[in-house]
């Protein structure tokens, strides 16, 4: 085995498995292996979804969602591996009885014609504990040092990008300067994983685009010093389901601002949340402006410790003064599974911008979001004479879910 060749695959096998850990699961959901990026001539990478011990056999998937069968012998070679090595310098030597359900691996060997089976020489496994207590430390440090906003300005002669991101004092406008040492990467149209985004140049920005930076801010908080950016334009869009096919992961909805039909591909790795109907959030959710009070004389937003959906005054949970930051409070929602999902709910989808307007592959996707949407339009100025607000009127200005965490 060559090592720059094995160096490589396992900083294969290092970015996709942090974002995966947390993943809605099809697994009927349709596959395309000729475009599958896991599987080549030599290797198959993906999730151990069933494991034949009296065959010496695992089924793994990948993470776009073909089934490749591993298949072993007392020649195999298994080996652990931390999630971020590059080299098995550092690698436990382990047997086939330590290999479980969950775990990411990658099998290396000659791969069948139909690339459907793969007798591994040596199977490279990164536990399912170890990926879940790396990403939760990447999740924690992002969250800690991150930066999240839209990209309001660039400037191609220095390199410097000027967001607008939202604070608890409402609006900023940051500046992040692009040097050669920043890692700079992009979503590709239709990508959906934080791990998938491709390395980048800065001509490839664009003013609207959704900006998430790793990084430290300076003492006037006017300028973020970044070491790693990521960006991506994306889509958000938002309407009522009116067909689900579970068979192939895709929702029928009509979309609220052009009235016009669109499927929502629902793949494995896609984010899927609930938003509580008003009745189940103890007296409601209020979104107020920016110095608005709400109940008791209380400035509308979370108090100190209460987080970014914490309970306000009156026993509801409350987003106000401008300050209160919707991208976290979304973050915090409960996950459910694509079964979940109904015909007649309201949905708010985001996605990259692919190859065909009709088709949107989701990145994040939010159920019963009626009420969300509610609220987010009556922050919106009204078009003279019109008495209701427009229920999608808000969805520019107070959702930015397209860019995940790790």
């Known amino acids: 085995m060559k090592a720059p060749f094995l160096a490589f695959s396992l900083a294969i096998i290092g970015s996709l498995a942090g974002s995966s850990v947390h993943a809605q699961t099809n697994p009927t959901a349709a596959v395309a292996p000729q475009a599958d990026s896991s599987i080549s001539a030599n290797r198959a990478l993906g999730e151990v979804k069933v494991i034949d011990a009296p065959a010496k056999q695992l089924i793994i998937k990948t993470d776009a969602g073909s089934l490749v069968t591993v298949v072993l012998s007392d020649a195999t070679s298994f080996m652990r591996v931390a999630p971020g090595e590059t080299t098995l310098t550092n690698a436990t030597k382990i047997t086939f009885g330590d290999v479980a359900e969950g775990d990411r691996v990658m099998a290396m060997g000659k791969v069948s014609d139909d690339r459907k089976l793969v007798p591994a020489r040596t199977l490279i496994v990164m536990t399912k504990a170890d990926l879940a207590k790396k990403q939760e430390a990447d999740r924690a440090e992002w969250k800690r040092r991150g930066i999240l906003g839209i990209i309001t300005a660039l400037k191609p002669e220095t390199k410097e990008i000027t967001i607008s991101s939202r604070t608890m004092a409402g609006p900023q406008s940051i ?9 700079l990467r992009r979503y590709a149209p239709d990508s959906i994983k934080f791990a998938d985004a491709q390395t980048a140049k800065f001509d490839e920005l664009k003013v609207g685009d959704q900006l998430r930076a790793l990084g430290e801010r300076d003492t006037a908080g006017t300028t973020f010093t970044a070491e790693k950016v990521v960006t991506g334009s994306f889509k958000t869009v938002a309407g009522v389901i009116t067909a689900v096919d579970p068979a192939t992961g895709e929702l029928k909805i009509n979309d609220m ?6 499927t929502i591909v629902v793949k494995h790795d896609a ?21 608005s009070s709400g109940a008791g004389g209380q400035a509308a937003g979370p108090g100190p410790g209460a987080g970014a959906a914490g309970p306000g005054a009156g026993g509801g949970m409350r987003m106000g003064g401008g300050g209160m930051n919707v991208q976290e409070m979304l973050e915090r929602l409960p996950m459910i599974a694509l079964s979940e ?14 190859a065909d307007p009709s088709r949107l592959t989701a990145i994040s996707l939010i159920s019963g979001a009626d009420t969300l949407l509610n609220m987010l339009a009556a922050r919106q100025p009204q078009p003279s004479g019109q008495t209701a607000p427009n229920p999608a009127a808000g969805l520019g200005t107070g ?8």
């Open 341 to 354: 999902v109904k015909v007649g709910d309201t949905i708010i989808v985001s996605s990259t911008r692919g």
């Open 271 to 291: 984010v899927l949340r609930k938003f509580p109907a008003a009745g189940e959030m103890g007296g409601g959710m209020m979104m107020g402006r920016p110095g």
């Open 399 to 406: 959702i930015q879910f397209g860019i995940g965490l790790p």
């Open 257 to 262: 601002q052009t009235k016009q039909p669109l």
């Open 175 to 183: 500046t992040i300067p692009v040097s050669e040492k920043v890692e």
